[in-house]
């Protein structure tokens, strides 16, 4: 595709007027995407569509633009960051709309939660590996009964039946094909014909997909090789100022004092904004901003958390986790089969705060008038953007005006809105727009982290050394509470407990349950998934203590507890056949495996490493197998795969966050470490293919790499990894 349309909104923002877009010439297909109902699919003329949401007579989530030169508009409700998204739904429309790839345009979604929900997780939200699964039937849906009206339109036109005539390319056939019409000839024609309801319209037999399952070349490669893309911090606007920020080092303290004359003495500086918990200079340009910062020489009242440190947190977290929790999950009796058991584990898992350190550091651009607000900025989460600065600047909803872009990175971090909300705070001093620019070090010191869990396992044996009972308490942060409070209910955050209350084994008495702990001076927040990147490290370091308990192969002890779970069966099989699961290596190498259940997805992966007599990880290879039912764009689930993968290796290998006097003590990319290219390992993925409906593929190789690794590291060494990061030292040869 050439084109992109991006950052253009619906309505009130269209490169044409009002009065003409409801003039209207073309068809408007709109498309329900509530959750557990696809059935308000319509088809109307423009002026029809827009009056009706204007009155609220209905409220669809998206729509699919059909003009008079055939050119198809997608209004895209998921935002894209690199996963692939526009490309994905795409596909899933001209799929069953009859168009090639290279004929529709897409646009981003404004925020709307009536029109744009995603169902998944109940707002527009881009997260939770939700996307597609989001969007599977709706948009299918959408193309159908769009290709049929187009259909019927020309056949009406031809007097012959419909049922002779067939679509391709967007060009409707008669049935000796000397008849056709474009899309954009009957599109017109097509907008006045009665919709049939959404469920009356036959979707295609996967057999007959053309697109989907077939690798498909990015709509929107072309604009991020050629420069034209347009991330959040390119936003450039007339008169804008650039504010560069520096933030309280400690959560809750603010500006003590501030040197506004020196930072105003820096040629191109004007103005020195204090608001408490930040400051910003403002000033014609970056370099002269950051200049003036330096100038100003801040000192900080550290407040109530100045005495913040890990070790406390840590303690906080073992103490708490003493204590019982809410209950996910309590089959049988644990407690009573622990007791009985022929043999007994314990163990305790740590896994840290982590960063998200997206390669697009925060920004925000903000041009705040009297009756209205506009703001530039690349989120996950527009609608709980716009209603925080609605709250914030007292103006209505549709003065608040978010204009969404490309995102250069999210892993969660964009599903909140605290960089906006302080953009607004400062530009609430500035007369015309300015940029906030956050430095790197205030990206990774002033983040909202993935939660630091503190796990105590059990299990017991029979004689056999099969598992007789299986207890796990979580010990950790809920942002579920805090995020999404009506899906925490009696004390238990679903999302902590994902992947350890229903782990993919066959445990007959199992308890799991989840004790709150909100450690002093830290934000916590969704990562590249919350509770299976701790889970799953977790779940199968310990199954893999079982198999080593019970003197059997980890992939034949695993394989003997998922006779009851084909999905999961095969892709263990897979992975391990892939990777030559029981040949001879040296010494010191060793092979480790893991399997997942989680987004809707099966996943399994065999890391093989390296560990030197100093105790250095090099990890050679990853062998992912996957089944994430029927996945669209091949090409997409392997760079998802191999992204999420080395992702999540990093923070294994390296990510840790951790506090002293209140404060964040990594700072940047040398202390922060993000992987180096010479430590990327070879990472194969092999897809199983089926017709399930599609899972979620962006998180799900994050969550399980770590668990493939560590077991790896103790097949290599015999030494177990329990606290993650990878403490090298512990791993050096004594000999």
């Not at 990327?680 to 593929?697: D, M, Q, R, W, Y």
């Amino acid at each position: 595709m050439d084109e992109l349309v991006l950052n253009e909104q619906i309505v009130d923002e269209t490169a044409i007027s009002r009065r003409a877009f409801l003039q209207g010439a073309g068809l408007l297909l709109g498309f329900a995407l509530t959750s557990g109902s696809t059935e308000s699919v319509f088809a109307a003329p423009a002026s029809q569509v827009i009056e009706s949401e204007i009155t609220g007579t209905f409220a669809p989530n998206g729509f699919v633009r059909i003009d008079t030169t055939g050119a198809v508009t997608l209004v895209v409700p998921m935002i894209e960051m690199g996963q692939g998204v526009y490309t994905s739904l795409s596909m899933l429309l001209a799929e069953e709309l009859e168009v090639r790839l290279d004929q529709i345009q897409v646009q981003h979604a404004p925020p709307n939660d009536a029109l744009y929900v995603n169902s998944i997780i109940g707002i527009q939200n881009t997260g939770g590996s939700a996307s597609v699964r989001a969007f599977w039937t709706p948009l299918r849906q959408a193309g159908a009964v769009g290709r049929n009206l187009l259909i019927a339109a020309a056949a009406k036109d031809w007097n012959v039946d419909s049922a002779t005539c067939r679509a391709k390319d967007g060009v409707v056939f008669d049935a000796s094909g000397s008849k056709q019409l474009s899309y954009g000839e009957l599109a017109n024609a097509a907008a006045r014909l009665p919709v049939p309801p959404a469920a009356n319209v036959k979707l295609k037999d996967p057999k007959d997909f053309t697109l989907i399952g077939t690798p498909a070349k990015r709509v929107d490669s072309a604009i991020k090789v050629d420069g034209r893309a347009l991330y959040g911090i390119d936003t450039r606007l007339p008169g804008m100022k650039i504010a560069v920020v520096a933030i309280s080092p400690v959560l809750g303290g603010k500006a003590k004092t501030v040197d506004e004359k020196a930072a105003l003495a820096v040629k191109g500086v004007r103005q020195v904004v204090n608001i408490d918990e930040a400051v910003a200079v403002v000033a014609d340009h970056t370099g002269a901003a950051k200049k003036g910062l330096e100038a100003a020489a801040i000192t900080w009242d550290d407040g109530p958390n100045g005495k913040v440190r890990i070790a406390d947190i840590v303690k906080q977290l073992e103490e708490e986790s003493q204590k019982t929790g809410a209950v996910a999950r309590n089959d049988g009796d644990a407690g009573k089969a622990l007791a009985k058991a022929a043999q007994r584990l314990d163990a305790i898992y740590q896994v840290p705060f982590l960063a998200h350190a997206a390669m697009e550091p925060m920004n925000c651009t903000v041009h705040l008038q009297k009756d209205r607000c506009d703001i530039w900025v690349g989120t996950q989460a527009p609608t709980i953007t716009q209603s925080l600065v609605i709250e914030l600047t007292g103006l209505s909803k549709d003065a608040v005006k978010i204009h969404n872009h490309l995102i250069g990175g999210g892993f969660g971090r964009r599903l909140e809105a605290d960089g906006t909300v302080l953009a607004v705070k400062i530009a609430k001093h500035i007369d015309g727009p300015v940029k906030v620019i956050w430095s790197r070090e205030e990206d990774i010191q002033h983040d909202m982290y993935r939660p630091y869990y503190f796990d105590r396992l059990s299990a017991g044996l029979d004689a056999a050394g099969k598992p007789v009972a299986w207890t796990h308490r979580i010990a950790g942060s809920s942002v579920m509470a805090r995020y999404y409070p009506p899906y925490f209910k009696d004390g238990l955050d679903p999302d902590a407990v994902e992947a350890a209350a229903v782990p993919p084994y066959a445990l007959p008495n199992i308890h799991v349950d989840f004790v709150r702990v909100e450690p002093p001076g830290v934000r916590t927040s969704w990562w590249r998934g919350v509770g299976p990147t701790h889970n799953v490290f977790v779940v199968e370091s310990f199954i893999d203590e079982l198999a080593h308990a019970a003197k059997q192969d980890p992939v034949v002890y695993r394989k003997g507890l998922l006779g009851h779970n084909p999905r999961a069966l095969a892709v263990l099989s897979l992975a391990a056949e892939k990777a030559g699961w029981g040949s001879p290596l040296a010494a010191r190498h060793g092979r480790g495996i893991s399997v997942q259940y989680a987004y809707g997805s099966y996943i399994s992966q065999v890391a093989e490493v390296e560990v030197g007599a100093n105790g250095s990880v090099k990890v050679k290879r990853i062998v992912c197998a996957i089944d994430c039912g029927m996945y669209i764009n091949p090409d997409t689930v392997e760079a998802q795969v191999e992204g999420g993968t080395l992702f999540g290796l990093t923070a294994a290998l390296n990510g840790s966050i951790t506090f002293k006097d209140g404060r964040v003590e990594q700072s940047n990319f040398d202390n922060y470490l993000p992987m180096r290219i010479d430590a990327v390992p070879l990472v194969e993925t092999h897809l199983i293919k089926n017709a399930e409906s599609p899972g979620g593929v962006g998180e799900a190789p994050t969550a399980i790499v770590s668990a493939a690794v560590t077991n790896a590291i103790f097949d290599a060494t015999g030494k177990r990894v329990r606290r993650l990061p990878i403490d090298t030292e512990s791993l050096k040869s004594s000999s």
